[in-house]
């Protein structure tokens, strides 16, 4: 068909395929340049949605926030309450106990106060040393308890022991003969120390130290019935004695309070979750409202036009397939190429064969 085209007739068929090459050029370019539009709009409107949505979670997480802690505070407050409470109660309660001790135990404390007096009306009778008086002299000197008999144990682990290991520890000179005078010295001395003592006491003083014995086991015995009496008092399981109903009474008002302040708490939660978080969505979508519809209307105008962008590059692309038919090759589809074809022809070509063969050997001497 290219060989029986005149040479006007073939210029006029190039000049056509170049309109519709730029046609189509022009179709694909609009449709590239909406493509762009599209796809920034698509990415701002993307931003836009991430920003609403980061923005109901802060405003549902910040409104929560201070609704969990308008709550916590109150139950802070009543846990406090109910706290100074139970400590009233156990101040009064304790109050009561002693109270209590005083009176169930009076006569056993009258007794150990008549025994006591007893016994310095004894050590003065007798003009007692104050030395002779003491826990440890009895214990040493006149031992009457199995407590006492653990005192005598220790004391001579200390005097007998102990201490000469320590002086032996402490000296350069640890030869047998030098340990062996300091044990005989420790026990001379402090044996001969005891032995005074006991001697010089138990001779003169023996009948009131006696007595005295006897009356301290009688204040020792006292003193155990009376630590027994307070300790069945302090484990008594009934409380009525002590007139504690009020505080009782207080006690389950504040924790009534209490687990019903709980209670509102996690009823407000669920109303939060159930309404307040739709409104708060409804409210913050309100202030994006505007931008993100003018977002998308942009948007939905650009898809038109994009869709007929591409209707039209499509509308060109089949012109240009109907233009053509077989006369040109593919290589030559292209306005550069056809502006070749065109100025082989004006510059004397016979026929559109002919130029093609021309530029094919122009853009071979170019390569």
Known sequence: MAELMKKEEALQYLEEVRDVL??????????????????????????????????????ISKRRGELEAGYDKQIRNLQEALEQAKKKRETEKE?????????????????????????????????????????????????GSFGDVLTILLYLM????????????????????????????????????????????????????LEGRSIRKKIRKIEKEQRKAEKTIRKDPDEEVYHLQDYDAEIRERQEALEGKKQDREEAIQRFEAETEEQIRTEVSEEYDDRISTIEEALEEELQELQTSRQDEQYFEEKLQGVCGDSLEPEFLEERQIERLIQAMEDGAPDLTEAMAIVKQGNTSQK
């Open 22 to 59: 730029t046609e189509r050029q022009t179709a694909v370019l609009q449709r590239k340049a909406q493509e762009k539009e599209v796809e920034q709009l698509e990415s701002v409107l993307q931003k836009e949605q991430r920003a609403l949505d980061n923005q109901i979670r802060k405003t």
């Open 95 to 143: 109050k009561a106990i002693v109270l209590r001790i005083e009176a169930e135990t009076q006569e056993i404390r009258e007794e150990k106060t008549g025994l006591k007096e007893e016994l310095g009306a004894v050590y003065k009778s007798h003009h007692v040393p104050f030395l002779c008086r003491t826990n440890l002299y009895y214990a040493l000197h006149c031992p």
């Open 158 to 209: 200390v005097l007998y022991l102990l201490l000469p290991a320590g002086l032996i520890f402490f000296l350069t000179d640890h030869s047998t003969k030098f340990i062996i005078l300091i044990f005989l010295v420790d026990i001379v001395l402090f044996g001969g120390l005891y032995l005074l003592i006991h001697s010089s006491t138990r001779n003169r003083y023996g009948e009131a130290l």
